[in-house]
């Protein structure tokens, strides 16, 4: 797996997962307008096969209103299980250099209180609990996640 700049077509190209799709389908914006406006605002990058199959995307988005406050988050395919140490080792890589870049001091995620496996993975790359919140559907509940830097 190699890791490229995001490109507004890996959106359209990523096969989503369930927990990626429970989330996204919970959003009336488009999902390639809302990444290329991510993108804009803060780093993203794409993990990629040797054949150009989008593994997944991540980024790092400013929160408006807090200084110094990023949001981390992700979309991921399947394939994902194929590669979990080259993404783990490159997000864990690529994470503090954007971090400092960007002058986040404290990066928060959400994971969905049922993605036990995202929950395992945010905690390994060093993220705390913090607490939990309802989703933008009013009916689920995520984990609310946060590194201080």
């Given amino acids: 797996m190699q890791v490229v700049d995001f490109r507004p077509e890996h959106v359209r190209e990523i096969d989503l997962r369930a927990f990626d799709r429970l989330v996204t389908d919970l959003y009336e914006e488009d999902l390639a307008e809302a990444c290329e406006r991510y993108a804009r605002q803060g780093p993203v990058k794409t993990g990629i096969t040797e ?66 496996r995202g929950q395992e993975w945010v905690k390994r790359l060093g993220f705390r609990y913090r607490g939990i919140i309802l989703g933008p559907d009013g009916l689920s509940s995520y984990f609310l996640y946060y590194k201080e830097l």
């Fill in 51 to 116: 054949d150009g199959q989008v593994v997944a995307i991540v980024g790092i988005w400013p929160q408006p209103g807090r200084e110094g406050y990023g949001m981390a988050w992700a979309l991921t395919s399947p394939l994902i299980r194929r590669f979990p140490k080259s993404v783990h080792k490159a997000v864990r890589d690529w994470f503090p250099r954007f971090v400092a870049e960007h002058g986040f001091r404290v990066v928060e995620t959400l994971v969905h209180r049922h993605h036990y």
